[in-house]
């Protein structure tokens, strides 16, 4: 299942996580879990992943959703104000205020005395025939504790009264920025930073008007579990927290309650999420005193993408034409430096027959012979640390970043950030041993392998882009194809003459494709037969949907013509008019078919031709 919320629909994209399906349907179905009460309730969900696998954008996701979420009508949330009645001396209470906010931010429903709420909360779960069934847990906090029992004395016990004379409902909305409902609490020097900060202080300054450290109208509720109740608090680096801090954490996963200075425990209402890399995680399963809050921590894997469609679209988001002003990302350029960082978050296939980079087209849901849905399946399943280990798209931007700001010349290609990937792996801190470092220059060179094969494929089907030339070419192959399966013979249409199939000119095409002598026959049957189903259907064969003839016919054409073209004469930079004018064709084809520009399709064209020149022109069309 794939969640649009976590594209980031509430900034356009801005925090979108890619590739991560699974991983956030797990997260999902735990939130699930947790508000039907079926246990999760009461347990820290922990991110868990290597550095830079968006660990924080989905917690920073997340927020905002509820966030927006408490802003529409479906995700309507109320609390209430304080406000003092003309009719009724209660200034002893409210003191100068006229009204007091609930410091919490409450359940308007906690205001029911607990032996009203049954029949209160049956009531409205009748009325309201919701998935969920309405339930109130818990009690006000201590300082609306104290404000309804000092009203309630005034009252003589009757609790409606002050509900009617002294509440006043309003709608909550949650924000970060205002503290409301969204808490996150931040690691810092255990000698400047206490409890205090998740639960709340004494107001010093409040003791002279109410007397007393105890009175709970001079305390500041303002903890960071405080202010998230009805919301989420994220816990940044959890695992690097002080033990003291983790204390408060058990009580407020568990029992959902904390326990502000000079206070009873105090109710809370709110998503616990913390985060983690994988070094702090170790310690906590190699503690023996950290048992309890292991026990009440449901951990979620965040890895790196292992799917290479989806980490490109990571450097899209921040490498695109909107954005890069004055300089051009040449094509393959996000493509190759994803491809690495893919490849070095893979493990190597246990079948030997496997590549690594066919693994990773595999993952991508490439076709490769032999392989179904269900291999591929195996194929994680075998790995079971995939994506916990390898370089972080943190570091691939910061080496794009570094290209792009290079003072060279209007365009940016695959090996400018290919060498920078590669002079960053000598000082790279996450680097455990030098075999790791060696295993990723080796994927370095895979990739430059793979840039060699699509570049060279591009340029052979720019040669062979004449799709007239094309068209006359297959007329010509299909003429001696049906020749040769009706056993008829062929029209020369200069000479008039009948003459036998084209063997030569069939055989040419189809070997191109790996069709061998043996199969041939049947090839030209299927070719045939699939242009009759069409002519029974009253269509034309177009060779364009037929993939493997189209791709024969490319190669084949491109082969009649790299000798006319003269490529390899940009290696020795002697070109003649005729073939300059040729050459140029092929680049504006470039340009308008695979979006290069002027630059990028010249720098291409001449790595091409240096390929050809040493004698390789074989392509991966």
């Known amino acids: ?85 003309p009719s009724v001396d209660a200034q002893g209470i409210f003191g100068a205020a006229d009204e007091i906010p609930c410091p919490m931010h409450e359940e308007p429903l906690r205001l029911i005395p607990p032996e009203f709420r049954s029949k209160v909360v049956d009531e409205l779960t009748r009325v309201a025939k919701g998935e969920f069934k309405i339930e109130v847990e818990g009690d006000l906090d201590p300082s609306c504790r104290f404000i309804f029992n000092s009203l309630l004395k005034l009252y003589q016990g009757d609790w409606a ?216 399946k195996e194929l994680r399943k075998e790995a079971t640390r995939e994506g916990l280990d390898g370089i972080s798209p943190r570091y691939i931007q910061d080496k794009i970043s570094n290209a792009l700001v290079k003072d060279v010349e209007g365009c940016v290609n695959p090996f400018m950030v290919l060498n920078e990937l590669e002079s960053g792996l000598r000082h790279h801190a996450l680097i455990q041993n030098e075999d790791s470092r060696k295993r990723m220059i080796e994927m370095l060179s895979v990739v430059k392998d793979e840039y060699e094969d699509i570049v060279k494929n591009e340029v052979q089907r720019a040669i062979s882009s004449d799709e007239e030339a094309i068209s006359r070419l297959c007329a010509n192959y299909i003429d001696n194809v049906k020749a040769y399966t009706q056993k008829e013979k062929v029209r020369n249409k200069y000479t008039g003459q009948d003459e036998e199939p084209d063997e030569r000119l069939m055989r040419s095409i189809e070997e191109k494709i790996d069709i061998p002598e043996s199969r041939k026959d049947d090839f030209r049957r299927e070719i045939m037969n699939y242009i009759g189903a069409l002519a029974v259907e009253g269509k034309k064969f177009d060779y364009k949907t037929n993939e493997r003839l189209h791709k024969a016919l490319e190669l084949k054409l491109f082969e009649d013509q790299k000798d006319s073209i003269k490529l390899t004469s940009l290696v020795t930079s002697v070109i003649d008019k005729e073939t300059q004018e040729k050459i140029d064709v092929v680049k504006s084809r470039l340009i308008n078919n695979y979006h290069y520009c002027d630059i990028c399709a010249t720098d291409v064209l001449n790595y091409v031709a240096s390929i050809f020149a040493r004698g390789d022109i074989k392509g991966s069309a």
């Open 161 to 376: 009264k002050v509900i009617d004379n002294h509440i006043r409902v309003k709608r909550l909305i949650l924000s970060e920025k205002d503290r409301v409902g969204i808490g996150t609490f931040q690691p810092k020097d255990e000698k400047n930073q206490d409890s205090t900060e998740l639960t709340g202080d004494i107001n010093y300054r409040k003791i002279a008007e109410y007397g007393s450290e105890s009175d709970p109208r001079a305390f500041n509720f303002d903890g960071e579990f405080n202010i998230a109740n009805r919301g989420i608090v994220e816990f940044i680096e959890v695992l690097k927290l002080d033990v003291a801090f983790l204390y408060d954490l058990l009580g407020a996963s568990q029992e959902h309650k904390v326990k502000p200075k000079k206070f009873a425990q105090t109710d809370i209402d709110e998503v616990i999420l913390g985060h983690t890399n994988e070094p702090e995680y170790r310690k906590l399963q190699n503690n023996e005193y950290m048992e309890a809050l292991r026990d009440r921590t449901v951990k979620v894997d965040i890895p790196y993408v292992t799917r290479l469609s989806e980490e490109m679209k990571i450097y899209q988001k921040d490498f695109n034409s909107e954005k890069i002003q004055g300089k051009h990302i040449a094509p393959h350029t996000i493509e190759m430096a994803a491809m690495w960082a893919v490849l070095t978050r893979l493990e190597e296939p246990k079948k030997a027959n496997l590549t690594l980079l066919q693994k990773l087209k595999l993952y991508d849901g490439k076709t490769l012979s032999g392989y179904t849905e269900d291999n591929v």
């Open 1 to 85: 299942i794939r969640y649009k919320f976590f594209e980031d629909p509430f900034e356009n994209g801005k925090d979108g996580v890619f590739g991560l399906d699974l991983h956030l349907m797990k997260l999902v179905h735990l939130f699930k879990s947790a508000a039907k009460r079926y246990g999760a309730e009461k347990r820290i969900f922990l991110l868990h992943g290597p550095v830079g696998s968006s660990k924080s954008t989905i917690a920073r996701l997340l927020k905002k959703g509820v966030e927006h979420y408490s802003r529409t009508p479906e995700g309507a949330l109320y609390t209430f104000k304080w406000v003092k009645h």
